[in-house]
C-alpha cells in the first residue's frame, strides 16, 4: 500500500547541533517530496522540497537528501534553534489524475537550551 | 499575497449534527485539498478539487463531501456527525502547474463533536 513513515517519532537535540529526521516512504511512482514543519496551533508550513531526479537540495540551514534506492528521505538542520521546535513531517505527491499527498506520521522536534 | 484562510477557526457541534467549513485559497491558485488531522491517524488525505471538479478523494465515507466554487473558495461538509470526527480540518491550495505543485496550508478549523 501507499505509505510515508517515519523512523523516529521524537528527535531531542542540543542547540547549535545538527539535527536529522528520517523517512521512508513505499510508493515508488511518487516524483515529489515535501518537508513540512508544525507548530502548535498552525497548519504545517512548507520547509524544503526535492523532485525524484534529484538526491540533494540545500535551503537557508536546511538539507533534504533523497535516496531512491532504499525509498528513504531525511531532512538536516545545521546549527538547530529553538524556534525548529515542532512537528516535522515528510509527505510525497502522487499523481493520480489530480494529486493527493501522503503524510508521514510525523517526528516531533526538542531543542534544548 | 494573503495565505491560506479557513473559517471557522474552532466549532463545537453535537453527534448526528452537520458541519459546513470554509477554506479560500491563495489567490491564482486553483487546486484545494482538504485532509483531517488527529493525533491518533495524523494528517489524513480527504479530498481535492480543481476547477470545481473533485480529482481525488481519500478514504473517508460519504458523509464527508466538498465542493469548489468557480473562485476557487471551497467548502467541506461533514453529516451526521460522529465523536470520532473531531479533528483538526486543513485545506491547502497549490498552483499545480508542472514544477508548482507546492500546497500551502491554512491554521485549520478545530471541531470538537460532543
Known amino acids: 500500500g501507499e505509505s510515508v513513515g517515519l523512523h523516529l517519532p521524537t528527535l531531542s537535540v542540543q542547540e547549535g547541533d545538527n539535527s536529522i529526521i528520517n523517512c521512508a516512504y513505499s510508493?515508488?511512482?511518487?516524483?515529489?517530496f515535501i518537508w513540512y514543519k508544525q507548530e502548535s496551533g498552525k497548519g504545517p508550513q512548507f520547509i524544503i522540497d526535492?523532485?525524484?531526479?534529484?538526491d540533494k537540495r540545500q535551503g537557508q540551514r536546511v538539507t533534504v537528501l533523497l535516496n531512491k534506492t532504499v525509498k528513504h528521505l531525511s531532512l538536516q538542520i545545521a546549527a538547530t534553534q529553538p524556534g525548529d521546535s515542532a512537528v516535522y513531517f515528510c509527505?510525497?505527491?502522487?499523481?493520480?489524475?489530480?494529486?493527493?499527498?501522503?503524510f508521514g506520521a510525523g517526528t516531533r522536534l526538542f531543542v534544548k537550551a | 499575497k494573503a495565505g491560506v484562510t479557513q473559517t471557522p477557526r474552532y466549532l463545537i457541534k453535537t453527534r448526528g449534527q452537520q458541519v459546513t467549513l470554509s477554506c479560500s485559497p491563495i489567490?491564482?491558485?486553483?487546486?484545494v485539498s482538504w485532509y483531517q488531522q488527529t493525533p491518533g491517524q495524523g494528517l489524513q488525505f480527504l479530498f481535492e478539487?480543481?476547477?470545481?471538479?473533485?480529482?481525488n478523494k481519500g478514504n473517508f465515507p460519504g458523509r464527508f463531501s466538498g465542493r469548489q466554487f468557480s473562485n476557487s473558495r471551497s467548502e467541506m461538509n461533514v453529516s451526521t456527525l460522529e465523536l470520532g470526527d473531531s479533528a483538526l480540518y486543513l485545506c491547502?491550495?497549490?498552483?499545480?502547474?508542472?514544477?508548482?505543485?507546492?500546497?500551502?496550508f491554512g491554521p485549520g478549523t478545530r471541531l470538537l463533536v460532543l
Open positions: 526535492i523532485r525524484s531526479n534529484m
Open positions: 509527505a510525497e505527491n502522487i499523481r493520480t489524475g489530480g494529486f493527493k499527498t501522503i
Open positions: 489567490s491564482g491558485h486553483r487546486s
Open positions: 491547502a491550495s497549490s498552483l499545480d502547474r508542472p514544477l508548482q505543485e507546492t500546497q500551502y
Open positions: 478539487y480543481f476547477s470545481e471538479t473533485q480529482r
Open positions: 510508493n515508488s511512482a511518487s516524483d515529489y
